[in-house]
């Protein structure tokens, strides 16, 4: 585990989510989300903010995307 990797990935990758649909297909196809999910659970603070705001950025794109974020059960992890 090496946190200050974790964030400043998670964070680029928040950015990419940002973007346009087709930037938050991308990241979602990469398979990011359950990653997301599971940084929510680090022991790092900062970690799991950046998680929350990718997740938030994902889900924030479409009916589609909150959908697939609440079906990876990442509701439980953030609160």
């Known amino acids: 585990e090496n ?3 974790q964030f400043e990935a998670a964070w680029a990758l928040t950015n990419i989510a940002s973007g ?3 930037h938050t297909r991308f990241v ?3 398979g ?3 990653i997301f999910i ?3 659970l680090s ?3 900062d970690v799991r903010e950046q998680a929350a705001w990718a997740l938030g950025n994902v889900a924030g794109d479409s009916v589609q995307c909150r ?3 609440l079906s990876l059960n990442a509701l439980p992890a953030l609160l």
Do not use: F, H, K
């Open 3 to 5: 946190p200050s990797l």
């Open 20 to 22: 346009t649909s087709e």
């Open 38 to 40: 599971q940084l929510l």
């Open 28 to 30: 979602i196809e990469a």
């Open 67 to 69: 959908d697939l974020v």
């Open 32 to 34: 990011a989300v359950p």
């Open 43 to 45: 022991a790092n603070e």
